[in-house]
Antibody, heavy 121, light 102 residues
Framework: EEQLVESGGDLVQPGGSLRLSCVASGFTFSSHWMNWVRQAPGKGLEWVGNINEDGSVQYYADSVKGRFTISRDNAKNSLHLQMNSLRTEDTALYYC??????????????WGQGTLVTVSS | DIQMTQSPSTLSASVGDRVTITCRASQTINNWLAWYQQKPGKAPKLLISKASSLESGVPSRFSGSGSGTEFTLTISSLQPDDFATYYCQQHTFGQGTKLEMK
């Protein structure tokens, strides 16, 4: 059974840092681009960024560029999101999602259940 | 970044209705457009990719069309399970369309 399980969400003060993780199972993790997508409470979906199969290429939304870094460890089937200089507007449920092969790099065909990040003083 | 604009933001409809949601891109994206369904408290579910390719297991009452900058998601006959919020996506997402029961 395919699974994506996110962890690491927490309450953090503005200006702080947090590292999210997503562990994959049930599919060949190293063969897929991976996405991070977030959803602020009561709001819509926002694509955060993605990473290619071997971790050598990443793309980011303008809203997080320079503050967030996506990485992966294919040996451990894990995806990470390092978040620095956090702002209150980064408060959201953060999803990792597997990117559908052959669909241009951002289409998520399988999603985790998300981990909640709250940025507040 | 390419901006994605959905309309309407809210759509009231009844079981059995045919409904259409529109998504416009700020520049041409060929057919690189996906549609998702999201229910409260759940992760999004991919319905359609490449503008018109139905995902496995998605009912055939869902269809997608369009290319370039204008795209549509059509539900041919609404079922009770279809009341949800729908999003289009190229890289960025549209703002969502909440489909509610009339």
């Amino acid at each position: 059974e395919e699974q994506l399980v996110e962890s690491g969400g927490d309450l953090v003060q503005p200006g702080g840092s947090l590292r999210l993780s997503c562990v994959a199972s049930g599919f060949t993790f190293s063969s897929h681009w991976m996405n991070w997508v977030r959803q602020a409470p009561g709001k819509g979906l926002e694509w955060v960024g993605n990473i290619n199969e071997d971790g050598s290429v990443q793309y980011y939304a303008d809203s997080v560029k320079g503050r967030f870094t996506i990485s992966r460890d294919n040996a451990k089937n894990s995806l990470h999101l390092q978040m620095n200089s956090l702002r209150t507007e980064d408060t959201a449920l953060y999803y990792c999602a597997r990117v559908k092969s052959g669909d241009g790099g951002s289409v998520g065909d399988f999603w985790g259940q998300g981990t909640l990040v709250t940025v507040s003083s | 970044d390419i901006q994605m604009t959905q309309s309407p933001s809210t759509l009231s409809a009844s079981v059995g209705d045919r409904v259409t949601i529109t998504c416009r891109a700020s520049q041409t994206i060929n057919n690189w457009l996906a549609w998702y369904q999201q229910k409260p408290g759940k992760a999004p579910k991919l319905l359609i990719s490449k503008a018109s390719s139905l995902e496995s297991g998605v009912p055939s009452r869902f269809s997608g069309s369009g290319s370039g900058t204008e795209f549509t998601l059509t539900i041919s006959s609404l079922q009770p399970d279809d009341f949800a919020t729908y999003y289009c996506q190229q890289h960025t997402f549209g703002q969502g369309t909440k489909l509610e029961m009339k």
